[in-house]
C-alpha cells in the first residue's frame, strides 16, 4: 500500500470508483452522482487549495482510495474524511489515518482534527476510536438515507490528547 499525492492521473479510476459503489456511498453519504468531469474540477480544486492535504491511497499503482484534510489555520484546526472503495480491513486506513495525523500536528501545527461519521458505520468508528479520536456529540437525524434518518457522530481529537 501506498499513499502519495491526489493527482490528475486518478480521476479516472475514481469516477469509475464512485460510480460502481453503493455501499460507499451509503457509508459516506453520498447522495450525488458525479462524472469525470466533477472528478477533475475536483482533483483541480484540490491542488490549487493550500489548506487542502489530499493523499491518494493505492495498491501496486491502482487507486483504493483516498484521505483528505481541509485545514482552518485560524483555529489550528482541520476536518477529516477518509474513503476506501475496496482494500478493506487490511490495515490501510489506519496507517493513512495515522498518516494524516501525523501531518496535521507534526509538520502543519495543528491542534485539532475532527470528523463525522454515520452511526452505522461500525468499522469506521472502532478505527477512529482506535486511533484516538473520542465522541463529542451526535448531529440527530442528520442523514435521510432510503426514508430513514441517522444521526451523524462527531469525534474529534487534539494534539494534547493522551493518545
Ligand atoms: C473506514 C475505513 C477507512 C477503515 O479502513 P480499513 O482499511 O478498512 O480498516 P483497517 O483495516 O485499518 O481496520 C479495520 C478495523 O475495524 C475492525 N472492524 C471491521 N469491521 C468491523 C465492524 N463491522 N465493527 C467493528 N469493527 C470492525 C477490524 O477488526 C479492524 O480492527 P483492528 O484495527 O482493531 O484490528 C474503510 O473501511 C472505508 O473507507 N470504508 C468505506 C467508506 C467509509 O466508511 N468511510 C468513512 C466514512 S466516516
Do not use: C, Q
Amino acid at each position: 500500500m501506498e499513499l502519495v499525492p491526489l493527482s490528475m492521473e486518478f480521476a479516472a479510476e475514481m469516477a469509475a470508483a464512485g460510480a460502481n459503489d453503493d455501499e460507499v456511498n451509503r457509508l459516506t453519504g453520498t447522495h450525488g452522482t458525479f462524472t469525470l468531469e466533477d472528478y477533475e474540477a475536483y482533483i483541480e480544486r484540490t491542488l490549487n487549495d493550500p489548506n487542502r492535504y489530499t493523499r491518494a491511497i493505492t495498491e501496486d499503482g491502482k487507486f483504493l482510495g483516498e484521505v483528505v484534510l481541509t485545514i482552518n489555520p485560524h483555529n489550528r484546526s482541520a476536518g477529516m474524511r477518509i474513503a476506501l472503495w475496496g482494500g478493506f480491513g487490511k490495515g490501510y486506513g489506519s496507517i493513512a489515518i495515522r498518516h494524516v495525523l501525523d501531518h496535521a500536528f507534526n509538520e502543519r501545527d495543528l491542534h485539532r482534527v475532527d470528523l463525522e461519521v454515520y452511526d452505522f458505520n461500525d468499522r469506521a468508528i472502532h478505527v477512529y476510536k482506535k486511533l484516538g479520536f473520542r465522541e463529542e456529540g451526535r448531529l440527530r437525524d442528520a442523514l435521510l438515507w432510503d426514508g430513514v434518518f441517522h444521526d451523524a457522530i462527531v469525534m474529534s481529537i487534539l494534539s494534547t490528547d493522551n493518545i
